[in-house]
């Protein structure tokens, strides 16, 4: 097992601390060049999903790996994105995973310094204590504490399994800590990398985004606006009309802030919980999610009846973009 594989570990963070390298001269010498472009590599990978390996076969290698991570942790917090903070904590956590794969022996260390007590060597033996606080925001049946045989406290999981639980735990220990209060002398430092993933990061959001211009509620379709007065009254929706409706928002350029502020009124608002669901529908897991079509809204009884212009559309946002036309005439570029 290598520690440069691990970097979020203790052991990762004693060895970087051991090298004795001043944030100074990783910020600005020379030689440490490779290490600023591996860490920009890893936050412009992360935001595609998937950071790549690279060679650490050598000790410089693989201490170039290490003090690559916590420059990495500096760039994604001057990017100040809560939604690729989240992304590069999933995406490190998968390199991680995928590094776990191929180790022999070892996991026990890894999963020790991730709160986790497997007893093995495989299937595992692991107290449901720790199994419920790394597994809980995993949502496929197969993970939920009733669907898994406890004996005496303890679940038996696959080795597949425990390296999944071990992936979740580490995501959340790397988005502990997350942003680094960098101050600006510190991102300014590290302009030559930044500019590149700012301009990354703008493509992605131009992408992922529908150019609708300024929110406008009277454009909304009856199905949204109805979902917004349930909430405004402190109804708690469904699941499947809160996807809806903050899919819904996200995509006519809402901001992920705007959408979370608008549940702040529920009687059971929990601001981390809806910050998270927010967030992972607007893309922190490299998937950004659209809002369902009407035939879909019908099925889960989230659409409260069609009004003339919905016999018209089949889905929401056409509702919306229709209703904008009326509002304010397409740029000549959008005309259909
Ligand atoms: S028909 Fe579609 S747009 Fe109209 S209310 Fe139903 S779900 Fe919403």
Redesign the pocket.
Known sequence: MRISDYPFTEAAAKEVREAGYSLESLLGKTIFRGVRSRAAQRVSDAMSGTITETATNTQAEQLAELLSYPLARIMVSCLDDSILLRRYALAEAKLAFRMMQKEKEGLDAIANDLGLHPQGPGPYKIHFSEYIRAAHRMHSPKWKLTNRDLMQGYLTITREELMRIMEEAAREKIMKGLPIPADEETCASLQEYLQPLKEQLERIRARDRVDLGAVNEGAF????KSMLKSVAKGNNLAHSARFALVSFLLQINMTAEEVISLFSTSPDYDEERTRYQVEHIAGASGTSYKPPA?AT??TYG??????EL?RK?R??LS?YERRMRIFKPLSPERQP
């Open positions: 379709p009856p199905c949204i009407c809204m019908a989230n659409c409260p009846g069609e009004d919905c559309i889905h929401p509702y």
